[in-house]
């Protein structure tokens, strides 16, 4: 069992800035994808970004150049940091890892307003 825990989400202007994390627990020995999805009301949930254990990424077109995954192995942790926030980008975020079981965290919300 793999337990994450998620911090970051708030309320912030257009153009702003916010950083996510996400720290995992459990049995994290077997963890090999990490991620971010997020889902807005009344959408469905999508793939925003992810990060194998070496560190290749892959971005949702409509984040790229704004925003960026890294991930931390020693500390089983997740970041994304976004830039350049849009309205659009509003949303409740999951944090997602592979073991390869999927396991979910219990989302953070993210208010993109003026």
């Known amino acids: 069992q793999v337990q994450l825990v998620e911090s970051g989400g708030g309320l912030v202007q257009p153009g702003g800035s916010l950083r996510l994390s996400c720290a995992a627990s459990?049995?994290?020995?077997?963890?090999?994808?990490m991620g971010w999805y997020r889902q807005a009301p009344g959408k469905q949930r999508e793939l925003v970004a992810t990060?194998?254990?070496?560190?290749?990424?892959n971005y949702n077109d409509s984040v790229k150049g704004r925003f960026t995954i890294s991930r931390d192995n020693a500390k089983n942790t997740v970041f994304l940091q976004m830039n350049g926030l849009k309205p659009e980008d509003t949303a409740v975020y999951y944090c997602?890892?592979?073991?390869?079981?999927?396991?979910w965290g219990q989302g953070t919300q993210v208010t993109v307003s003026s």
């Open positions: 997602n890892v592979n073991t390869p079981r999927n396991y």
């Open positions: 990060i194998s254990r070496g560190g290749s990424t």
């Open positions: 459990g049995s994290t020995g077997s963890i090999s994808v």
